[in-house]
């Protein structure tokens, strides 16, 4: 069968619900649908403060069919300590804990509770769904922001001027059982990966790249193919790294040109508009120059 | 009795919970109301559906095999084409042409899927004879593909329909022009069976003239003319009448009767169509040496291509930009052709680069010479006010300036493909239903929705009413390449057919293209993108951020709930095969 058929690897239930306040086209909305699908209903979500806390919807209202507890922003990690400590002392050991946090509570202000979970190797799945911004208090930079992209507090005559934090790398330096990147554009990977780690003990990281259309202005029907073209370019490269040395790259479906993926995908968003060739250039260097490295960084896994 | 004021103790405030705890989903919030386009399942038209000058639903038994459904894909094939064992063996299909898929890793091989459905449906038990429903009788003139589809269409409605055949075996054109190393007999006549087994029968040694002609309008309601056209064309040019210059057409009728024609070393042959092309390949299996002289290059040829790859693969020569000036004879015999150098100058009024004299010339020997320049109809029963430019005139729907006289296929001048005779005769067919219903008094169908796409040909099972296929919403609109999101296919090149090596000595006319064979025919069918029209994949579902689309309940395929879709367009853009719409309208 030439057509890629995925809908039998999808689990069916849905514990996400309609009516949620997320923008159209959200790439974290689906994220969380999806992940939501592969944890299943027995699992409590713990939320730092990030889109999501909006988009769950206002008291009394949740989006989810499971337990959301809402908490500050630097503290995703160090509550879902604590919940998954509480629900062992009252013996519900098969309930799942996941944190779900933005880049904003990952990368910047919630990095040090992360960090010392991990440490800890406390047992929670920690998603962060990464739009690159604080999208939901109207797109100001964060240290997930790329390289050249304009956010309100990075304008165009004065862009992003620094790299991408490689919290991946932060993550596997950590040493934990298991530490991913999945994307939306590839809901098959991206169960499976949740899947994997759900076997697993300890701290787990899935990193999953949300396209955000009013952030990185974008028409709202390409968030998918965004996500897809983020893989293809290798700005965003799916893989899996366990017990912080096994690096493993997942190899994008469809054989496709990265440079002319890259193209599409830095073209198709008003956060790059500004950028000139050399600088577009540059990009495409980096993206190289991390693929390389990762690449090595595999093979050395062999 | 009520208790004294003041003495009952008042209830205790309900402790106020630790923390705030959501009493609802947000389900509350109709946040349907945000959007300002909406998304809409409409089945579309697959370009190859548009394609098939016999208005075959090529999308619909695709769909089918790829469920699996292989009886009722050969079913469906059946309701609109009477022959596709020999389409798929002859057809130059413009349903491949049309493909999508070739703008991605090669058309698919139709024309092999087909022939794999259409030999099957030969293989099984002949279909049961429609039972005459109508009392109208129609005669049908000539038994080529133009005949046979009216006749055959025409016992899918329910009338009694009488083919008459001047030669002695049915087929026409595919028995007297097509070479038998494409169109091996027992297919033909296995595919003319099963036709007859449907409810047509067919009156060999019968000619129709003007003599007799008034008695067979005594003897039916409507006549359907497809008379073909058997006259060669000649040149004008010096020496047509030598003895060794023969009408390619001639030649192949006599050697598909079994005569074995002497032709001396050396054949050449004029033209670049596909009875040319039959003409050299034949030439060779009667061990002369065919020398092909065309007067443009081999990207302008009309023949088939796959045609022209076989008889160059055969061995057969190629003389380009050569166009015959005069037959010369030597000794009495005929010892070649003189030919203007030709080139190519700009595009015509047909968009072929014309070709023009360069003033220099060259001469090709040769012992005989066969032409094929082309065929025009015999007119000979039709009265002048039908003929118009050397064709009998027709209307859409075959219908002749004489009331109840259609006509279709060659005589009327189409362009001489055997899908398109089919063509012809499917829309006579409908035509002659439809005329003699309106006589009858009887409302008919709208003929408008029958076509495939805005230029394609009718479905007859439209027309009757009788189409399987589930339709949602249907759009007669043809989805482009660009509709079709291929980041859900992966790339299967196209599967080639298997060829037979030429064995001269041995069996010389033996079927050179084998098809794909039943497996890998399937395979094949699995390519397929089915443009416009779902199939189900779920990917609008498994891709919906606001878990808007469900699977429905009430006879569609999905529902979207517009309470909640916020018009994002992402089931839309993810389709893979634009079989959803985005609209401002119902807004």
Same mark, same amino acid.
């Given at each position: 069968m030439s057509q890629i058929v995925i809908k039998d690897r999808i689990p069916e239930r849905e514990l996400m619900t309609s009516g949620?306040?997320? =923008?159209?086209? =959200?790439g974290g909305a689906l994220a969380m649908r999806l992940v939501l699908k592969a944890m299943g209903p027995q699992t409590v979500v713990v939320l730092p403060a990030c889109c999501w806390s909006i988009i769950a919807g206002p008291f009394p209202q949740s989006s989810l069919r499971v337990p959301l507890y809402h908490t500050a922003f630097e503290t995703g990690a160090a509550v879902a300590s604590g919940v998954r400590a509480a629900l062992d002392m009252r013996g519900e050991t098969e309930t799942k804990v996941m944190v779900w946090a933005g880049d904003g509570g990952t990368f910047d202000i919630g990095l040090q509770a992360l960090s010392g979970a991990a440490e800890r190797g406390e047992d929670f799945l920690y998603f962060c769904y990464d739009?690159?911004?604080?999208?939901?208090?109207g797109v100001q930079r964060s240290s997930a922001t790329p390289w050249g992209a304009w956010t309100t507090t990075t304008p165009v005559e004065q862009p992003q001027s620094t790299a991408k934090k490689d919290m991946l790398a932060i993550m596997a330096a950590h040493r934990i059982a298991y530490a991913a990147t999945a994307s939306v554009g590839y809901p098959v990977d991206l169960i499976e990966k949740v899947q994997k780690a759900m076997a697993m003990r300890g701290t787990r990281f899935i990193h999953i790249l949300a396209p955000c259309p009013p952030g990185w202005k974008f028409a709202d029907e390409q968030s998918i193919e965004l996500a897809r073209l983020a893989v293809e370019s290798r700005v965003f490269p799916l893989v899996e790294v366990e017990d912080g040395d096994r690096w493993t790259l997942t190899p994008a479906e469809a054989a496709t040109d990265a440079d002319a993926a890259l193209a599409k995908y830095i073209g198709a968003q008003g956060r790059f508009r500004h950028l000139k060739p050399e600088q577009v250039e540059q990009i495409r260097r980096n993206v190289d120059e991390r693929w390389q490295r990762m690449e090595k960084q595999a093979s050395l896994s062999d | 009795m009520s208790e004294p004021i003041g003495t009952s103790v008042p209830p205790r405030r309900p402790a106020t919970p630790p923390i705030a705890v959501s009493a609802t989903t947000t389900e509350v919030n109709k946040t349907g109301a945000w959007k300002y386009i909406r998304p809409v399942y409409h089945d579309r038209v697959a370009p190859c559906n548009q394609g098939c000058p016999a208005g075959v639903d090529v999308e619909g038994y695709m769909a089918l095999l790829r469920e699996g459904k292989i009886d009722e894909a050969a079913e469906l094939l059946a309701l609109e084409h009477p022959m596709p064992a020999v389409t798929g063996r002859?057809?130059?299909?413009p349903c491949e042409s049309g493909c999508n898929r070739g703008h991605f890793?090669?058309?698919?091989a139709i024309h092999a899927v087909e022939r794999m459905l259409g030999d099957r449906l030969l293989a099984a038990a002949p279909p049961a004879p429609a039972a005459p429903t109508r009392t109208e009788r129609v005669a049908v003139v000539g038994s080529g593909p133009a005949g046979l589809a009216c006749a055959y269409h025409l016992a899918a409605m329910g009338y009694p329909v009488d083919v008459l055949e001047r030669e002695d075996r049915a087929g026409g054109m595919l028995r007297q022009g097509i070479p038998e190393y494409r169109l091996p007999r027992d297919v033909l006549d296995a595919q003319i069976r099963r036709i007859e087994a449907s409810g047509v029968t067919i009156h060999t040694g019968v000619q129709v003239t003007e003599a007799t002609l008034p008695e067979i309008r005594s003897r039916y309601s409507v006549i359907f003319f497809a008379t073909g056209a058997y006259l060669g064309r000649l040149l004008g040019v010096e020496g047509e009448e030598l003895p060794g210059v023969w009408q390619g057409l001639d030649f192949l009728r006599r050697v598909n009767a079994g005569l074995r024609p002497p032709l001396g070393e050396r054949v050449a042959v004029i033209g670049g169509g596909n009875t040319a092309m039959d003409c050299a390949r034949t030439a060779l299996r009667l061990g002369a040496r065919p020398i092909v002289v065309y007067r443009r290059t081999r990207d302008e040829m009309p023949a088939i291509a796959e045609e022209i790859e076989d008889a160059w693969r055969e061995g057969v020569e190629f003389v380009f930009l050569a166009a015959p000036t005069a037959f010369r004879t030597a000794d009495g015999l005929l010892s070649g052709v003189a030919c203007a150098r030709m080139k190519l100058a700009d595009a015509g009024p047909d968009g072929r680069r014309r070709p023009v004299a360069t003033g220099e010339s060259l001469f090709v020997q040769a012992d005989t010479v066969l032409l094929a320049t082309g065929e025009d109809p015999e007119l000979e029963p039709w009265p002048e006010e039908v003929v118009r430019g050397g064709a009998v005139a027709i209307d859409e729907w075959g219908e002749t300036a004489s009331p109840l006289v259609f006509a279709g296929g060659d005589v009327s001048g189409d362009e001489r493909t055997v899908a398109r005779a089919l063509g012809a005769g499917k829309r006579a067919a409908i035509g002659i239903d439809r005329a003699l219903r309106r006589r009858a008094g009887v409302a008919t169908p709208d003929t408008s929705a029958l076509r495939w796409g805005p230029t394609g040909a009718p479905s007859v099972a439209r027309w009757r009413d009788a189409d399987p296929v589930l339709r949602v919403a249907p759009l007669n609109e043809v989805v482009p390449f660009e509709d079709v999101n291929t980041a859900h296919f992966q790339l299967r090149p196209r599967n080639a057919d298997r060829h037979a090596a030429l064995d001269a000595a041995g069996a010389?006319?033996?079927?050179?293209n084998g098809g794909l064979g039943d497996d890998v025919a399937l395979v094949e069918a699995g390519r397929c993108f089915n443009c416009g029209v779902c199939n189900e994949c779920e990917l609008c579902l498994i891709f919906c951020g606001d878990v808007a689309i469900s699977h429905s309940h009430d006879g569609g395929r999905f529902d979207i709930d517009m309470n909640f879709c916020k018009g994002c367009g992402v089931c839309a853009a993810e389709c893979p095969r634009g079989a959803i719409s985005m609209t401002r309208e119902g807004l």
């Open positions: 949620h306040l997320a =923008c159209p086209g =959200c739009n690159e911004a604080y999208m939901n208090t | 002859v057809c130059n299909h890793d090669g058309a698919v010389p006319f033996a079927e050179v």
